[in-house]
């Protein structure tokens, strides 16, 4: 699976995002999906994860009820929808594609990552 992110920018604390993720290969439908973020200078950490069919969904507990992950299948497109941003939220966002159909918080569940796109929240 390749990707794509973007949407990434910069915007005002308690602003609203979008980051889209375009993604190509066939197995796309059958895998669970995943944001994460780094700040130079510290590890990448977890932000989001989707299962295969966008059932289910889970939030680190820092995004839990700001953020929102989805998914179209017709689109082959991921999203990470980003409200009341905080300036803690600065960070190069990426997305990723799961091993697991069910999406997982861990990095080494991932095997493809995009390049990531940069969110920059001012105070």
């Known amino acids: 699976v390749q990707l794509q992110a973007s949407g990434g920018g910069l915007v005002q604390a308690g602003g609203s995002l979008r980051l889209s993720c375009a993604t190509s290969?066939?197995?796309?439908?059958?895998?669970?999906m995943g944001w994460f973020r780094q700040v130079p200078g510290k590890e990448r950490e977890f932000v989001a994860t989707?299962?295969?069919?966008?059932?289910?969904?889970y939030y680190a507990d820092s995004v839990k009820g700001r953020f929102t992950i989805s998914r179209d299948h017709a689109k082959n497109m991921v999203y990470l929808q980003m409200n009341s941003l905080k300036p803690e939220d600065t960070a190069v966002y990426y997305c990723?594609?799961?091993?697991?159909?069910?999406?997982?918080?861990?990095?080494?569940?991932?095997?493809?990552w995009g390049q990531g796109t940069l969110v920059t929240v001012s105070s």
């Open positions: 990723a594609a799961s091993i697991l159909a069910s999406g997982t918080s861990s990095q080494n569940g991932y095997d493809s």
């Open positions: 989707i299962n295969w069919s966008g059932s289910s969904t």
């Open positions: 290969g066939r197995t796309f439908s059958s895998r669970g």
